[in-house]
Nanobody, 122 residues
């Protein structure tokens, strides 16, 4: 059973960098064919795909967030991370990590973290 768990601060000040970690257990992030994804849901809105890192370390980002987003990984810890710079209150959301069933980006997810609320406020 693959499990994903998000961790990081719940409150970030405007203009700062939001950093989250997704720790994966029960499976390796270097296993062939999968992509490891960050998705968020602002209050009252739908899910927004932010970006992903594949099993080989390639990354892809939502064009609307690309200039502020970095996804990286630590294979020794079986973790992947999200950094979102220059945050504003509009970045307030529940942030999820998930596994995409295809490295090329099928937008079909078989495992999700429970989500973590991040609020951007001074």
């Amino acid at each position: 059973q693959v499990r994903l768990q998000e961790s990081g601060p719940s409150l970030v000040k405007p203009s700062q960098t939001l950093s989250l970690i997704c720790t994966v257990s029960g499976g390796s992030i270097t296993t062939n064919l999968y992509a490891w994804t960050w998705i968020r849901q602002p209050p009252g809105k739908g899910l927004e795909w932010m970006g992903a890192i594949t099993y080989s370390g390639s990354t892809d980002y939502n064009p609307s967030l690309k200039s502020r987003t970095t996804i990286s990984r630590d294979t020794s810890k079986n973790q992947f991370t999200l950094q979102l710079t220059s945050v504003t209150p509009e970045d307030t959301a529940v942030y999820y990590c998930a596994r995409d069933v295809a490295a090329w980006g099928s937008y079909t997810y078989d495992y999700w973290g429970q989500g973590t609320q991040v609020t951007v406020s001074s």
